[in-house]
């Protein structure tokens, strides 16, 4: 652990742990044994003490960062809080905004179906007139007969082939009209 050059005036101990090297006064042949037993004790004793304080620092310096730790997960850990709502948040404002539109479209169908004086304008303008008081209008209907007054999107299986299909017809439609304006 420990090397020890003899030299005329003095002994050199080199102890690495502390990283330390203690001077001597050279040993003569008589008191070179007991003067050994003393610096192997000393030597001993500040092994010890550099082994104790090796520990300390060690065991403070894994302390401090348990703490740091303890501290920094106790910053982190209501921010991830924050970010989760700020995500649930911005889902309901999402599916607000959808049911939004969703009540618009419904208004305006709604409107659009329920404006009879519009519709009473347009049969008069085509000559039609408003019936007596006494009349009874019977219209015969076909049975496979259907009036298709908007294309619904089915939500659970995506876009429906009609919705698609009255989409790219009205797309080629409205750039048709578009060129031939143009020109």
């Known amino acids: 652990m420990s090397s020890v050059k003899a030299g005329e005036f003095y002994t050199e101990v080199y102890v690495p742990l502390t990283r330390q090297v203690y001077e001597y006064p050279a040993l003569s042949n008589k008191d070179d044994e007991k003067k050994k037993k003393e610096a192997l004790k000393k030597e001993k004793k500040m092994l010890r003490q550099a082994t104790?304080?090796?520990v300390f620092e060690t065991v403070i310096a894994v302390g401090l960062i348990i703490f740091v730790g303890a501290f920094f997960m106790l910053l982190i850990n209501p921010q991830v809080g924050l970010a989760e709502l700020a995500k649930d948040n911005s889902d309901l404002k999402d599916q607000i905004a959808v049911l939004k539109r969703n009540i618009l479209d419904s208004e305006e169908d709604l409107n659009g179906i329920t404006d009879m004086d519009s519709i009473r304008a347009q049969a008069l303008a085509l000559g039609m007139q408003d019936p007596n008081a006494n009349q009874v209008v019977s219209i015969p209907m076909p049975e496979d007969d259907k009036l298709v007054t908007m294309v619904s999107y089915d939500e659970e299986f995506g876009i429906s082939e009609e919705a698609y299909?009255?989409?790219?017809?009205?797309?080629v439609n409205y750039y048709l009209e578009e060129e031939a304006s143009d020109e």
């Open 52 to 54: 104790r304080s090796r």
């Open 165 to 171: 299909d009255s989409a790219v017809e009205a797309l």
